[in-house]
């Protein structure tokens, strides 16, 4: 019962970007959607996009009511590559294969928010999503995005040295 009551004072904020939409929910412990955020957006470059995961944040936190002082993480799924090492984004963008973004996202966000900030590519994101919440019912589980591979064989110099594949 304590465990059961503890998983529903922890919230987060899931948040996923890409080239002609977005989304931020906010979830509890427990499973439960807390708020839901969709928008259509036209972010055409990279600084069109980081205005987006901001005003979708705030959009969440004040959605999410009673439960604000329970969100403990935001996690953020972006298209393109995300080196966590440097912390450097090369983000997919229209007229460009892609735009290498040095903006410290992550620094940014958790000073903004006072809150912890996980940045993801979004099919790592979506692989580890699967692997929580259907590990238990499934027993081999290949994961496959096949634009991204795509894209990093197409768009990045020095492939080995940004995403061991």
Not at 136 to 146: A, D, Q, R
């Amino acid at each position: 019962m304590a465990e059961e009551k503890n998983k529903k004072n922890k919230c987060v904020i899931g948040l996923g970007i890409n080239l002609f939409d977005a989304r931020a929910i906010v979830l509890r412990g427990d499973g439960k959607v807390i708020a839901e955020i969709e928008r259509k957006h036209g972010a055409d470059t990279a600084n069109d996009t980081i205005k987006v995961v901001f005003e979708l944040l705030e959009d969440a936190l004040n959605k999410s009511g009673k439960y604000k002082e329970s969100i403990k993480k935001i996690g953020l799924a972006l298209g393109g590559i995300v080196n966590k090492k440097k912390e450097v984004v090369f983000w997919p963008q229209e007229g460009a294969p892609y735009v290498h973004v040095t903006f410290p996202l992550k620094e940014h966000l958790e000073k903004k928010f006072g809150l912890t900030v996980v940045v993801e590519n979004d099919a790592n994101a979506c692989a580890w999503a699967e692997y929580l919440l259907n590990f238990s019912k499934y027993k081999n589980v290949l994961y496959m995005f096949f634009t991204s591979i795509i894209l990093l064989k197409s768009s990045v110099p020095d492939i080995e040295q940004t995403w061991k594949v």
